[in-house]
């Protein structure tokens, strides 16, 4: 699955655009490495997304193409915010 529908789909971002805006700028990386809209997000992926005013890091737990609401926190775990 796409980062840009990862990020969407998971609730982290609200829009898909947002996140294909924050990719193409460079405030998303995975194990260190800035990644473009299209990067496919496998299990296991530790990924940061710099905000304004800090940052988040989470490990992808699992992929699917929808999710329900109540559901979408169980696509990864927290590890670190800031």
Do not use: H, W
Not at 34 to 61: C, H, L, M, S
């Amino acid at each position: 699955m796409r980062i840009d529908k990862f990020l969407k789909v998971s609730r982290i971002l609200k829009r898909r655009t947002l996140a294909c805006e924050a990719a193409k700028s460079g405030k998303i990386t995975v194990s260190g490495r800035e990644v473009k809209p299209a990067y496919q997000v496998k299990i296991g992926d530790i990924v940061e997304i710099k905000f304004g005013n800090g940052t988040i890091k989470f490990k992808v737990n699992s992929t699917p193409e929808t999710v329900k609401k109540d559901q979408a926190n169980e696509l990864y775990t927290i590890i670190s915010e800031e």
